[in-house]
């Protein structure tokens, strides 16, 4: 399990606190969705789990271990990132890029083995992108980017994923394409925590959320029970319907929760 409890944390410049008192907490394969506003503190608390910073107040423990007493490394065989790809700016092939998430498992000065290099195979040959393996990752489309750095995450073999903004920038095609990956890791048992701009989101591929605006968490659970008209509503300062959509033909039906904008040029108000 990792568990984050009451963090608090200011920027040394800033003089509000960003994360005012956060607890949550996350267990194998479930799928943690932060939303919130631009400015609100999501992107700080994933530094914050990644100890990028140091929270002023407050604990995480993974495994019952204490997360901000672990050396890099050990911390790094919980958690791995799927940075923004734009970290990325030397002329590395995709196997090159996948084999750095090795790097925490090597001793200093080894090189990867034939094990490492195995895995990273492995993991192409999963998410699909083993034909890409010896293209230049800079010469790839973003939904590309996007499935190499998942891979490089999972050559770390952590068992906690945290994701900012997965499917920012994509198409429509490579976000169903990076969802329906978050899908099934989650359902293969890595524990995940993304953001996103899209509530939609933790319908699709989570079954926790939490909603933080200014630095607290104003609603978290379930997201059937907590993404709702009123909650959205509140959250982003605008009219927010949710709905269920039904597709079906003869062969199958699917339910979702989707949200919708209500704009006011288009309300058709009843007559009494
Ligand atoms: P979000 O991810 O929800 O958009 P952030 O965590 O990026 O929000 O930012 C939260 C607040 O912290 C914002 O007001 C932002 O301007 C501020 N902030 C972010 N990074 C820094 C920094 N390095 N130094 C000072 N303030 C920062």
Redesign the pocket.
């Known amino acids: 399990m990792l568990e984050v409890k009451n963090i608090k944390f200011k920027?040394?410049?800033?003089e509000e606190l960003?994360l005012k008192d956060i607890s949550f907490d996350i267990e194998k394969g479930d799928c943690l969705c932060i939303l919130?506003?631009?400015?609100?503190?999501?992107?700080?608390?994933l530094k914050i789990i990644l100890s990028f910073f140091k929270p002023m107040n407050g604990s995480i423990y993974v495994d019952n271990q204490d997360l901000l007493k672990l050396s890099s490394r050990q911390r790094a065989k919980y958690i791995a990132y799927v940075s923004q790809s734009s970290n990325i700016v030397f002329p590395y092939t995709v196997l090159e890029v996948i084999l750095m998430g090795r790097t925490p498992h090597l001793n200093i000065g080894a090189s990867m083995s034939t094990e490492d290099k195995e895995i990273a195979v492995n993991i192409m040959d999963d998410l699909g992108i083993s034909h890409m393996k010896n293209r230049y990752f800079q010469n790839l489309s973003g939904g590309e980017r996007q499935m190499v750095m998942i891979a490089r995450a999972l050559a770390q073999q952590s068992k906690y994923l945290i994701m900012d903004e997965p499917t920012a920038a994509l198409d429509y095609s490579n976000q169903i394409k990076i969802l329906d990956t978050i899908n099934k890791l989650s359902k293969s048992g890595y524990g995940i925590i993304m953001?996103s701009h899209f509530p939609d989101h933790a319908f699709i591929s989570c079954n926790k959320a939490i909603l933080?605006k200014d630095g607290y968490i104003i609603n978290s659970g379930n997201p059937e029970e907590v993404v709702n008209s009123e909650s959205l509503t509140k959250l982003y300062d605008a009219h927010v319907g949710v709905t269920e959509a039904k597709i079906s033909d003869e062969m199958y039906t699917y339910f979702s929760k989707v949200c919708v904008p209500v704009f006011d040029n288009n309300i058709k108000y009843k007559e009494n």
């Open positions: 920027y040394k410049r800033s960003v919130g506003p631009n400015g609100t503190g999501k992107t700080t608390l953001t933080m």
